[in-house]
């Protein structure tokens, strides 16, 4: 899995940035999800290994997103939010062990290819079996994030 370092926050924007000297801060943050952009990049893999429409569905927002300045409404993240909701049950069961949340070794090879963003290619395959489970508990951590930040009334942003 790529690793990027990119947090996404939690944005009160009904108040001001106690810090903000310049008042160039779009509010205060209620919330910091680190990393948070990590999940974000692995999403449409994910959903690329077990259904290709929801895929599409996810590029489509996620290309919205990166033309929004890397900013989320109030509506993106419940948008959003939606988009991952069924995403743990699509693929624990028809791609990874409901027991252990792994793949078989011999998959691993095939999945590389189809989704590059998920593996990391220096470690062993053994240690790759758990790669998708990684990824779908960055992503399942998302959206609980989504979801606190929509019962809050509060928009995100990455930075």
Same mark, same amino acid.
């Given at each position: 899995?790529? !690793?990027?370092?990119?947090?996404?926050?939690? &944005?009160? *924007?009904e108040?001001?940035?106690?810090?903000d000297?310049?008042?160039?801060? +779009?509010?205060? *943050?209620?919330? &910091? =999800?680190?990393?948070? #952009?990590? $999940?974000?990049?692995? &999403?449409?893999?994910l #959903?690329?290994?077990?259904? +290709?429409?929801?895929?599409? @569905? /996810?590029?489509?927002?996620?290309? @919205?997103?990166? $033309?929004?300045?890397?900013r989320?409404s109030? $509506?993106?993240?419940? %948008?959003l939010?939606? =988009? =991952?909701a069924?995403l743990?049950?699509?693929?624990?069961?028809?791609?990874?062990?409901?027991? *252990?949340w792994?793949?078989?070794?011999?998959?691993v090879?095939?999945? @590389?290819?189809?989704?590059?963003?998920? /593996?990391?290619?220096?470690?062993? &395959? *053994?240690?790759?079996?758990h790669?998708?489970?990684?990824?779908?508990? $960055?992503? %399942?951590? =998302?959206r %609980?994030?989504? !979801? @606190?930040a929509?019962?809050?009334?509060?928009? !995100?942003?990455?930075n």
């Open positions: 899995m790529r !690793v990027s370092y990119v947090n996404l926050y939690m &944005i009160d *924007t108040t001001p940035d106690p810090d000297l310049t008042g160039e801060s +779009p509010g205060d *943050t209620v919330e &910091i =999800l680190r990393y948070g #952009w990590s $999940a974000v990049e692995v &999403i449409e893999d #959903w690329r290994l077990v259904d +290709p429409d929801q895929a599409a @569905r /996810f590029a489509s927002f996620y290309e @919205r997103f990166q $033309a929004q300045n890397l989320l109030r $509506a993106d993240v419940d %948008e939010a939606a =988009l =991952l069924p743990p049950a699509a693929v624990v069961g028809p791609l990874v062990s409901r027991d *252990t792994a793949l078989r070794a011999e998959q090879a095939s999945l @590389r290819a189809e989704a590059p963003s998920i /593996f990391d290619h220096e470690r062993p &395959i *053994t240690d790759e079996v790669a998708v489970a990684e990824a779908l508990h $960055a992503a %399942e951590s =998302l %609980e994030f989504l !979801v @606190r929509s019962r809050g009334g509060y928009e !995100v942003q990455a």
